[in-house]
């Protein structure tokens, strides 16, 4: 946003900035009952990501623990561990998705 200096009427770029909204990981657990192909739809319905990618997150999940599905602003990350955890519960699967702060 440009702003007239008082001085010498030219217009200078103002120093305001937008601060941005914090953002949070949201998280997948590995569990010892949900199958593997239940987590690599979840990646990719709720996720939106390819199949490939949805295997390799899968993986990482089932190999380390844990898995980050995205990075996204407070509202949202809520959004999407409400929504992964009805549709696991819905589907009879312990799998929980969690965020936290990044």
Do not use: W
């Not at 914090?22 to 998280?27: A, G, I, N, Q, R």
């Not at 990501?49 to 602003?73: D, F």
């Not at 549709?87 to 702060?101: G, I, T, W």
Request: charged share 20%; with cysteine.
């Amino acid at each position: 946003m440009a702003t007239k200096n008082r001085e010498n009427g030219m217009l200078e770029e103002s120093k305001n900035k937008i601060k941005l909204p914090p953002l949070y990981k949201v998280m997948l657990l590995n569990d010892d009952f949900t199958p593997m192909d239940f987590v690599v739809m979840v990646l990719q319905n709720f996720f939106f990501m390819s199949q490939e990618k949805a295997t390799q997150i899968m993986l990482k999940i089932h190999t380390e623990g844990v898995g980050i599905c995205g990075i996204y602003p407070s509202d949202i990350a809520t959004t999407k561990v409400q929504q992964v955890n009805e549709f696991s519960r819905q589907n009879q699967h312990p799998l929980m998705c969690v965020m936290e702060k990044n």
